[in-house]
Structures are given as structure tokens and as C-alpha cells.
């Protein structure tokens, strides 16, 4: 290849990427600048990406007209209860599954790939007769045992990848050393999993976090609704709504599922990484 | 998402004890192992096989919400009504248009994104953390952000066409022709990012001494592309693909947010169909039905899925 072409690649090259930084920025750009806008600006039929003036005022309307702090508050206690939950039920399985190839961790795996094809709402108008018999619509417990089985799929695969990188002849080492099965556990294998636990509870928690319809069917009053299904209120009734406090909702809503996935990201897409490059 | 990595590792090796657990790991399947699996077993079998079963059993009965008449065994009478419901029909064919619209431009874009991020650039981490934006969005967020971004008059891409001079913009999530292509652009975006990464990994997967070889061997980058590369990364393709569409298909927030389905039905997905079918006038066993109905369909998807991954020859 010649040097010319080879640089008129390059410069085609930076040009697609440049595009798809632009494509992949720009709604974001356009929702952290409404948030920042004040009412004048909002109404102007000729909008502009930098706030002349810009202001907090839509933070402070936004939690004038929404319980948001409530909303945060339920938001938290589900994510931080399903994502905790998850993984203190799906380790030991994953363990099994990754130290077995056992028919159970094959059925395991079948169901893993089957419920990502389930239609929620096969799935949820028993859940709703269920949770209804035992009185727990309308309540985070019922929201968070239905998050907790939801999030074990992905938790499961998760953790099957860690467990796998761990070798197992560590575990024989320690075994051949006396140590016990329990002890082996949790002096061996639990320490060099403990990245991969939390990477898994994070991911977890983050789908909690940002979960809609089983909130949006489960949970009836105001003030058990989470921060997803609390922002559609901004929305109104004819899709006419108050601009700047929408964005500036959703913008804070956005952030700590932004902040954890930021922590995370290099995990999770190193771990799809490291699976790639060593089967 | 996390099926594209789930994709990844099944293909690497299971322990050196052979397919029934026994030798290295030295875990004899007692009691203990029960112990082990039961925690999650549980929850799974009560709130979600037995739920998913129960589901299928209410498409057969005339199930409603909040009625004190207890419920009857109506066999296939859902399905047959479903056969004649045009509306779910329409829905149905919306769905397919929406998982196809979104599955393949999202397929083509994330390629070319993975194969640029596999490309010594400069600005690649950048794109790299952009990229996480849409993938660690709420769906919600993602709705109501691009509410802002279509807003007729404050909305920034209808002030772009007004500065290019290309007229005076529209509405485009209430236009009749052009709701269905505006929320599909959104579901195109939103997805983007799992798919680029589970396309990134398979490209590294990729030997680089095929890569060289083939270079030296005078063969271009289509050449290269369609000989070394696509071979190597069809199976996570073909995966990441298959379960794009699923998902696309049974999606719901996004259009809810969105357009709520609207105008006049114009993006009714299925899922939004059924939700209201079963929320809203409380049919719950007629929504059942479409729930199988959907399920059917996928089922015959993902069969395809699984023909097309052992075919590929990726794994053991």
C-alpha cells in the first residue's frame, strides 16, 4: 500500500470516527444543556447548544413538582437489595455450575439463554397474581424478589466466567495442604472472586436501577414508585411537558448508573474480552 | 446484554475433571452441592419457571382482573379471538418492522464502530467512553432525552434542519409517516453499545498472524475482511444478532416513553399491546395469549439462533 493511500485511509478513518463520536454524543450534550436552560430559553423557537444564562432553577422545580428524593430513596433500597442479594444466592450455584458439568448446570445454562427470550408480560401478569395472593403488590419487597430472579441470568453467566478463571488447581493445592472444602472456599477461591462479586452486584444493582416495566405494573402509589417510573410523571398527560425540569430529572437520575458503569466497564467488557481471546 | 459475553465464554474450556464433575475439582454431588444450589435454584423455580408455566396456563381460561366470578378453562377461545384481532396483528407487524429496523442498521453501525476501535486511533478511548452513555442509560432517560432532541420547537434537530435551511422541521414523533422511523433511530442508538462490544471482543479474538499473513499475501482489506475476519467473528455476529432481535422485539420502555405507541397505533409494539391489554382493561388471560403467541415466534428465532451457532462450529 502506498503511503498516500494508506494516509487517505487514516484520514477516512478518523472522519467515521468522528461521526460516531458526534452521533453518540450529541443527545447527551443536548440533555445536560435543556437541564441548565432557564424558562425563557426553553420557549425559544430558536434553541442553542450553550445556555446563554444558565441556572439550577429546573433542579429546583423539578423537586418541587416530583417526589424525587423519595423516588432516589426506593430506587436505592431495590437496587442495592437486588444487586446484594443476587450475588450472595448466585455464587454458590455459579461455583457448582463451573466446577460441574453437571445436567443441572446444563439445564442451568438452557434457562439462562430461554429467559432472555421471554416476553416480560408472559411473565408478569402471574407474577402480579402471585405477588397479589401474597399481598406484596405495591411493595419494594415484591419489586426486589422479582428484580433478584430477574437479575440471576446475567449474575449467573457472570459469575460461571470468574469462577472459570480462577484455576482449580489452586483449590487442589489448598486441599492437598489439609485444608478443607469450606475452608478452601473461603481462604482460596472467595478472595480471587471477590472483583468479580462485585462487578457482578454493580451490574446488577445498575439494572435495578434502571428497571421500568415490573416497577411500572407492581408499584400503584406515588410514594413506593421508583426513580424511572416517578420521571414519566413529568412527561403529562398529552405529551405537553415542563422541559427543563424533565431534563433535569432525568439527567440526575442518569448519573449514578453512569458513575458505576463507568467503574465497571473495563470488567465487563475485559472479562468478554478474556473469554474471547482464551476459548 | 450480558448473553453476548455469556456468548464469549462459553466457548473456553470447563475444567479438566471431564463432563461429569468428577477428578480435579474433587466435589463429590452430595448434600453439600444441594446446599450450594438451592439459594438461587428456589427463587427461580417459584418466581420465575413456575410464573412463566402459570402464564402459559392463563392464555387457556378467561382470566381478568378484579372480577369476584372465578375463572373458567376456555381452551384455544383466546387464540382463536387473537386470530381475528386485527389490531394485535398490526402490532405484531410493527414489532417485526421495529426488530428488524433496529437489529440491522444496529448490527452494521456497531461494525464499523468495532472495527474502527480495533484500529490504532487516536480518539478511540473517547469513543470507547461515549459509548458506555446509552448502554448505562436508563431506557427511560433514553426516552425522555430524545423527546428533547425531537421536540418540534425547542428540540435541537429540528433547529439543525431550520439552520441548514432545510425547512421549518416537524413533529416527528406524532407525524403518521414519521413516528415508526423516528423512535426505530432511538432503538438504534440505545443498542449500539452492547453490540459494538461483543463485535470488539470477537474481533480480538481474531489471529493477527492470519491478519499479516494475508497482507503480505497481497490480499486487501475486503479481501482480508471477508477471508480472516468475518470467519472468525461469525459466531458472536450471529449470536449478538439473534438475541439484538429478541430483545428488540420484546421491547417496551423506550416506545412507552417515546410515543406511549402512538400516533394511532403507528408504534404499538406488541409488548405495549399486551401491557394494556392486561393493565389497563385487565384482560390478563387474552394478554397471556398474545404473550404466547410472541413466545411462539421468538421460539422459532432462537431455534434458528442455536441450528446457526453449532453449525458455525464454534463450539466443543
Redesign the interface.
Known amino acids: 500500500m502506498s503511503m498516500r493511500t494508506r494516509r487517505s485511509v487514516r484520514a477516512g478513518q478518523y472522519l467515521a470516527l468522528l461521526c460516531y463520536l458526534v452521533f453518540l454524543a450529541f443527545p447527551f450534550l443536548w440533555l445536560i444543556s435543556t437541564a441548565f436552560k432557564p424558562a425563557p430559553e426553553l420557549g425559544s423557537l430558536h434553541p442553542t447548544w450553550i445556555p446563554h444564562h444558565p441556572t439550577l432553577d429546573n433542579f429546583r422545580a423539578a423537586f418541587d413538582e416530583q417526589p424525587l428524593l423519595r423516588a432516589a430513596a426506593n430506587s436505592l433500597i431495590a437496587a442495592v437489595s437486588a444487586g446484594f442479594i443476587a450475588v450472595v444466592i448466585a455464587t454458590p450455584m455459579a461455583y457448582v455450575m463451573a466446577r460441574h458439568r453437571s445436567r443441572l448446570s446444563a439445564a442451568a445454562t438452557g434457562w439462562v439463554v430461554v429467559s432472555q427470550a421471554f416476553p416480560f408480560v408472559l411473565l408478569i401478569i402471574p407474577l402480579f397474581l402471585v405477588l397479589k395472593y401474597l399481598h406484596l403488590i405495591n411493595t419494594l419487597w415484591g419489586l426486589i424478589m422479582v428484580y433478584v430472579v430477574w437479575s440471576l441470568p446475567f449474575a449467573l453467566w457472570m459469575l460461571v466466567g470468574y469462577v472459570r478463571a480462577v484455576p482449580p488447581e489452586l483449590e487442589e493445592a489448598a486441599a492437598v495442604d489439609g485444608a478443607s472444602r469450606l475452608r478452601t472456599l473461603v481462604s482460596v477461591t472467595a478472595p480471587l472472586l471477590a472483583p468479580g462479586i462485585v462487578a457482578t452486584a454493580l451490574f446488577a444493582f445498575i439494572t435495578a436501577w434502571n428497571e421500568f416495566f415490573f416497577a411500572l405494573v407492581l408499584l400503584k402509589t406515588p410514594e413506593k414508585q421508583t426513580l424511572p417510573v416517578v420521571l414519566t410523571h413529568f412527561l403529562g398527560a398529552e405529551g405537553a411537558s415542563d422541559l427543563g425540569p424533565l431534563a433535569a430529572a432525568a439527567f440526575l437520575a442518569t448519573l449514578p448508573s453512569l458513575v458505576l458503569f463507568a467503574v465497571i466497564q473495563r470488567r465487563i467488557t475485559g472479562g468478554m474480552l478474556a473469554g474471547a481471546v482464551k476459548s | ?6 456468548t ?5 474450556h ?8 468428577k477428578g ?4 463429590n ?1 452430595n448434600a ?2 444441594w ?3 438451592l ?3 428456589l ?2 423455580l417459584v ?6 408455566l ?3 396456563a ?1 392464555a387457556f381460561t378467561d382470566a381478568q382482573s378484579g372480577r369476584t366470578r372465578s375463572t373458567q378453562w376456555t381452551g384455544v377461545l383466546n387464540f382463536q379471538d387473537l386470530l381475528h384481532d386485527g389490531l394485535f396483528w398490526d402490532s405484531f407487524r410493527i414489532g417485526l418492522v421495529w426488530a428488524v429496523g433496529v437489529t440491522v442498521p444496529q448490527f452494521v ?1 456497531a461494525l ?2 468495532a472495527l ?1 476501535l480495533n ?1 490504532n ?4 478511548w ?2 470507547r ?14 426516552g ?6 425531537y ?1 418540534p ?4 434537530l429540528n ?1 439543525t434542519i ?1 439552520d441548514l435551511g432545510l425547512g421549518d422541521g416537524r413533529d416527528w ?2 407525524g403518521l409517516a414519521t413516528a415508526l422511523p423516528a423512535v426505530i433511530l432511538v432503538g438504534v ?1 440505545a443498542g ?1 453499545p452492547q453490540t459494538t ?2 463485535l ?3 474481533l ?2 481474531t489471529p493477527h498472524e492470519l491478519h499479516e499473513a494475508a497482507a503480505l499475501d497481497g490480499a486487501g ?1 475486503w479481501r482480508r475482511f471477508r477471508t480472516v475476519t468475518w470467519p472468525a467473528l461469525k459466531p ?1 455476529a450471529l449470536s449478538i444478532t439473534a ?1 439484538n432481535f ?2 428488540n ?2 421491547s ?2 423506550l416506545v ?2 417515546l410515543t406511549n405507541g402512538g400516533p394511532g397505533g403507528r408504534t404499538r409494539l ?2 405495549l399491546f ?2 394494556e391489554e ?2 389497563r382493561y385487565g384482560q ?1 388471560g387474552y ?2 395469549a ?3 403467541v ?2 411462539a415466534v ?2 422459532v428465532i ?1 431455534a434458528v439462533y442455536l441450528v446457526g451457532r453449532l453449525g458455525g462450529g ?1 463450539d466443543r
Open positions: 446484554m450480558t448473553l453476548a459475553s455469556a464469549v465464554q462459553s466457548g473456553r470447563g475444567p479438566p475433571g471431564g463432563p461429569h464433575g480435579s475439582a474433587r466435589i454431588r453439600g452441592t446446599f450450594l444450589v439459594p438461587a435454584l427463587p427461580i418466581l420465575s419457571v413456575g410464573p412463566l402459570y402464564g402459559i392463563l453501525l464499523g464502530l474502527l484500529q486511533l487516536r480518539m478511540r473517547l469513543a467512553a461515549l459509548a458506555i452513555i446509552p448502554w448505562a442509560m436508563p431506557e427511560v432517560v433514553v425522555i432525552m430524545w423527546r428533547l432532541v421536540n420547537d425547542a428540540g435541537i433547529e431550520r414523533l406524532t442508538w449500539m462490544v461483543a470488539l471482543a470477537g480480538q479474538n482489506a458472536v438475541l429478541i430483545w422485539f420484546n417496551f420502555a412507552y416513553v406488541p409488548m399486551a401491557y392486561a393493565f390478563f394478554a397471556a398474545m404473550g404466547c410472541m413466545v421468538i421460539s432462537l464454534e
